[in-house]
């Protein structure tokens, strides 16, 4: 199976929108309190495409996950109860959501490794994301790919887990020739 990582497009949003709704079933039937309060909703992800924020992860003709990706955008990540590990730029992620046709495939983590590299490719090393304190298995997706737990931030009156990966900057070979030089 090949995946591809791109912006999503007003068309797809009854494909999101079906993804998106299988994931709060999920949610509910875990017992979770996380989107079960009209939140998100097609309008949220309209806003999101509109916006060049919503992203696909495909398998040729079909949408097996969404995501929100947004760069230096997240008002409520500035009042934070704890430390985030940088001030610096940061990508946000948001909405994670995989289709139950592509379940136990890890696809949560390759969306968030394509998000890594959606980061430094625009020159950024930090991704920043959140998720309520009953959401297990995010949780463990992002301990299992090196996120830190860096405290609480709230959402719509709600605290949630805020995390954060610090990405390695890949040094060019041409630097590492020149550093071994000046020894």
């Known amino acids: 199976m090949q995946f591809h990582f791109r912006k999503a497009v007003v068309s797809e949003i009854p494909q999101i929108w079906e993804?998106?709704?299988q994931a709060i079933d999920r949610r509910k039937k875990d017992g979770s309190d996380q989107w079960q309060d009209g939140y998100p909703n097609q309008g949220v992800i309209q806003k999101d495409i509109e916006s060049g924020a919503g992203y696909v992860l495909t398998e040729g003709d079909s949408i097996a996950g969404y995501s929100a990706v947004?760069?230096?955008n997240e008002p409520a990540y500035a009042d934070i109860?704890?430390?985030w590990l940088t001030n610096k730029d940061f990508v946000v992620i948001h909405r994670v959501a995989i289709s139950e046709n592509y379940l136990g495939k890890g696809l949560a983590q390759k969306l968030l490794k394509f998000?890594?590299?959606f980061a430094v490719e625009r020159g950024i090393y930090s991704i920043k994301a959140d998720t309520n304190f009953d959401n297990l298995a995010m949780m463990r997706i992002f301990e299992k790919l090196g996120y830190v737990y860096c405290g609480e931030v709230s959402f719509r009156g709600s605290a949630r887990r805020a995390?954060?990966?610090v990405l390695e900057r890949q040094v060019p070979e041409e630097a590492?020739?020149?550093e071994k030089v000046l020894q």
């Open 176 to 178: 590492i020739d020149a």
């Open 81 to 83: 109860d704890g430390k």
């Open 163 to 165: 995390y954060e990966k």
């Open 19 to 21: 993804i998106l709704q």
């Open 115 to 117: 998000v890594e590299e």
């Open 70 to 72: 947004m760069l230096n």
